[in-house]
């Protein structure tokens, strides 16, 4: 409908301040959820801007929308933002005073709420309060849209299973009728049908981009086969990937200075604490950050970070999900990930922007064996899970298959892009230049040789 089609690009410039659509993909994602007919799975990669594909539809109805979201920290950034737009969002969570609560619900049982966004957690959906509540708007006409973002969370083909999403379906019996859209940045196919299965979603319109992102540059570095020590070899990465060492004419910074951030991301929080030490005794600021500092610093840090006051992070993966910065230069993963599908996902936080950035892992043997130290323990902690038989069978398997997938990506000269595409079932075609194989196979193909060969004697 074309009156339609002119209030999306309406509210679009408007409220959003956004010229066009990011891309094809996202401007038929858009139209396709606003038309309020099917329920919608959309799986863009990273930065492709999925909260526009919510956000937008939901400010062109009365009613308010459900937005599930697994984090508290997730959750802020994103109300922060749509405030900051002057959008009408607020989340329920246990932060809250009494007084803000009490404020939040009034308005939902108002005629006409102000609040078109409400944000919570699977957690806090749970509530008895709350379900009363979605059932109230939804009999009163208020409610728009349900919304489930990271929907990977809720298969355990994915990499970040968590069990509470499996409730949100009870949300049908509230309130049916109401269409739905499930947003995640990494399903392969198996994934996909199992969140929509799980979620049950109803004359499912299918949205898909491809993972490759070209302006992620990827690389493996053996650790044991650099020139010097690793440290440093990571050190000097970091300076580049920083342009620190040229004049930045242009930004109106000086050699020495900084432009964007970065993210190494390491095992324990000892080795967090050790690198940004080293870091900073060799000129570079960094801070550490892990789950066990406390929350004030946890957010001090992070601010710092944000505002590229300090531009390393040295952090374990309790850093960085759902994080918003556009010009994270680099992510380096200074021991290997447990999956390729967390891989995608943490290597996938830098260049936001569409600007070069650089992913990359150093990698050795020492690694490896941690990682199956890792994937073993995983494996047990399974075995106690109260599940059926076949849910443990096929979440070993998706454990395994994530490892494995791992393990070859560090260890095979392969294009690092087509090896995320053969994984999420994409259409597979070499990147030509972004990755260390396609760039220098001869290169590549020798280190993999010598690595084999340090390792197997
Ligand atoms: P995703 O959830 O897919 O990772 P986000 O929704 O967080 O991505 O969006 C990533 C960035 O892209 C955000 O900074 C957002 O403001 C920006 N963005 C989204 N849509 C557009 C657009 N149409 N034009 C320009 N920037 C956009
Ligand atoms: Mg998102
Ligand atoms: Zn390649």
Request: aromatic content about 8%.
């Amino acid at each position: 409908p074309v009156e339609l089609k002119s209030r999306i690009k309406d509210v679009l410039n408007t409220v959003f301040k956004h010229k066009d659509f990011k891309s094809k993909h996202q401007k038929q994602a858009v139209a396709a959820v606003a038309e309020r007919k099917r329920d919608i799975f959309v799986s863009f990669p990273t930065g492709a801007g999925k909260s526009l594909v919510y956000q937008l539809p939901s400010l062109l109805y009365g009613g308010v929308s459900i937005v599930v979201s697994p984090l508290i920290a997730l959750i802020t950034d994103q109300v922060a933002a749509c405030q900051k737009k002057g959008i009408g969002c607020e989340s329920l969570n246990s932060k809250l005073t009494t007084a803000e609560r009490q404020r939040i619900f009034e308005d939902l049982r108002s005629p006409q709420p102000k609040i078109k966004l409400l944000y919570l957690t699977p957690e806090g959906l749970a509530t008895d309060y709350l379900q009363k509540m979605i059932k109230s708007l939804h009999e009163r006409n208020l409610l728009a849209y349900i919304i489930v973002d990271e929907a990977h969370c809720v298969t355990h083909w994915g990499h970040d299973f968590r069990p509470d999403y499996l409730k949100l379906k009870s949300l049908r019996k509230l309130a049916p009728s109401i269409p739905w859209v499930a947003l995640t940045a990494t399903a392969n196919a198996k994934a996909q049908e199992d969140i929509i299965n799980q979620l049950e979603l109803k004359k499912v319109n299918i949205f898909k981009s491809s993972t490759f992102r070209s302006n992620l540059f990827y690389d493996i570095i053996m650790k044991d086969l650099v020139q010097g020590s690793a440290e440093d070899h990571m050190l000097r990465f970091i300076r580049r990937c920083l342009r620190m060492d040229v004049e930045k004419k242009e930004k109106g910074k000086k050699a020495g200075e900084w432009i964007g951030s970065g993210i190494v991301y390491c095992r324990t929080r000892d080795e967090c604490a050790q690198m940004a030490h080293s870091f900073n005794a060799a000129g570079m600021p960094a801070l550490e950050y892990h789950a066990g500092l406390s929350t004030k610093i946890r957010d001090e840090v992070q601010e710092k970070w944000m505002k590229n006051t300090v531009p390393v992070i040295a952090a374990t993966i309790a850093f960085g999900m759902g994080i918003d910065k556009p010009d994270v230069r680099f992510v380096i993963h200074w021991t290997c990930p447990s999956s390729l599908s967390a891989y995608y996902q943490e290597s996938g936080r830098a260049g936001r922007d569409g600007k070069r950035s650089y992913c990359r892992v150093y990698y050795n043997k020492g690694d490896r064996n941690f990682c199956n130290f890792l994937v073993t323990r995983e494996l047990n902690m399974l075995k106690g899970k109260k599940i059926s038989d076949e849910a443990k069978a096929e979440q070993t398997q998706a454990i395994k298959a994530g490892f494995e997938a791992m393990l070859n990506f560090c260890e095979e000269p392969m294009c690092r892009h087509s090896a995320f595409g053969k994984y999420f079932g994409d259409t597979v075609v070499p990147c030509e230049k972004h990755c260390d194989t396609c760039l220098h196979p001869e290169e590549v193909r020798k280190t993999v040789d010598n690595y084999q060969a340090l390792t197997s004697s």
